[in-house]
């Protein structure tokens, strides 16, 4: 079997995960629900990916219609549309456990244990998606200068950070203070970055609740991948995220083409409404169009709605 380095965001990758025999190699176990670590095999070819069956949902009480690997195929359907390559390729499938998310593996291959028993759903009482996922979620680049790891590679500039004052510094956007122990409390920055901008329009779109640091996935090559999007979509506010440094500005002019696209997308009988609406509930889908009218009539980044907490916790 030939391995494969794939593109991530390709219709070719997308199509093998779709087509090729699924095999689980091991769990990731620091994941909230059942995280499996696995590879797809079609004519010769291989690729690694990760596969989250229904069967190891945890129920949660504030998303009770559906479930989470069709929230999370639903969030890679509207990056995609709005022509933005920032989610890695992810398709709702059958596997051994049923019905699940498979989503193309990004970066090294993760310390996975044995695949016993994957869909129990014994765990903790909070079902988020707080755990490692594709590529290892808690290297997010956090309080690392950039320059060459320990592999000799080069690695990517850091996206987060905690520095001392009250200002960000050139290049940086303020998220809030956080405390840091012992009385002291710091600046939690993140990077003043287009494809971050970017993500922060798409989690607006996608009604994200938990945009942590450890689902940012930045790659050597330049390119940034967001993982783990299971808590998205509730008609309510529940905007969680760590990229409030844009909060009332303006949107780019790319934003607002792609929301311009999104919005055509999203109307009733076009592709993408007929695609999200065998994903999510018709009121989902409603409210994600309202999401999409409202930021085209504003032309500025959402601020954060009051009715629940801004940031998610733990943030990375």
Same mark, same amino acid.
């Given at each position: ?13 997308? !199509? ?5 025999? $699924? ?6 176990? /620091?994941?909230?629900?059942?995280? @499996? ?20 949902? #945890? ?5 009770? !219609?559906?479930? $989470? ?22 398709v709702l499938r059958d596997g051994p456990y049923g019905e699940g998310m498979c989503q193309v593996w990004v970066?090294? %291959? ?6 016993? /028993? ?7 009482? !909070? ?28 690695? %990517?500039?850091? @996206?987060?950070? =905690?520095?001392?004052? &009250? ?25 003043? !970055? ?7 329009? @798409? ?15 930045? #790659? ?38 792609? =929301? ?5 997308? =999203?109307?009733?009988?076009?592709p993408l409404a007929e695609r999200l609406g065998q994903l999510l509930t018709g009121a989902e889908v409603e ?5 999409? &009218? ?23």
């Open positions: 079997m030939t391995p494969r380095a794939p593109d991530p965001a390709a219709d070719a990758t997308r !199509d093998l995960l779709t087509r090729g025999t $699924l095999t689980v190699r091991g769990r990731i176990t /620091d994941a909230s629900n059942a995280v @499996l670590f696995a590879t797809v095999e079609h004519e010769g070819t291989s690729l690694p990916c990760v596969y989250k069956p229904v069967a190891g949902e #945890r129920p949660m009480w504030d998303f009770p !219609d559906g479930n $989470l690997a069709r929230r999370e195929v639903a969030a890679y359907e509207v990056c995609r549309a709005a022509g933005w390559e920032l989610i890695p390729a992810t970066g090294e %291959p993760p310390d996975a244990d044995d695949p016993d /028993d994957p869909a129990d759903p014994d765990g903790g009482d !909070d079902a988020r998606e707080d755990g490692p996922g594709p590529g290892g979620a808690e290297d997010t680049g956090e309080s690392r200068e950039p320059g060459a790891g320990e592999s000799g590679r080069e690695e %990517p500039a850091p @996206l987060l950070a =905690l520095v001392e004052g &009250e200002e960000p510094g050139e290049g940086w956007k303020a998220v809030g203070f956080a405390d840091v122990g012992g009385g002291r409390t710091a600046l939690l920055v993140h990077a003043d !970055d287009s494809r971050l901008r970017r993500l922060a329009v @798409l989690d607006a779109v996608i009604n994200n609740g938990d945009r942590k640091g450890g689902h940012l996935l930045p #790659r050597p090559d330049g390119r940034l991948y967001a993982i783990d999007h299971g808590v998205t979509f509730h008609v309510d506010d529940k905007l969680r995220t760590l990229l409030w440094g844009w909060a009332g500005e303006e949107l780019t002019q790319e934003a607002l083409t792609a =929301l311009r696209t999104l919005s055509a997308q =999203l109307a009733e009988g076009a409210a994600a169009r309202k999401r999409v &009218e409202a930021l085209l009539s504003s032309g500025r980044h959402p601020l954060p709605g009051g009715e629940w907490p801004a940031i998610p916790w733990p943030p990375v």
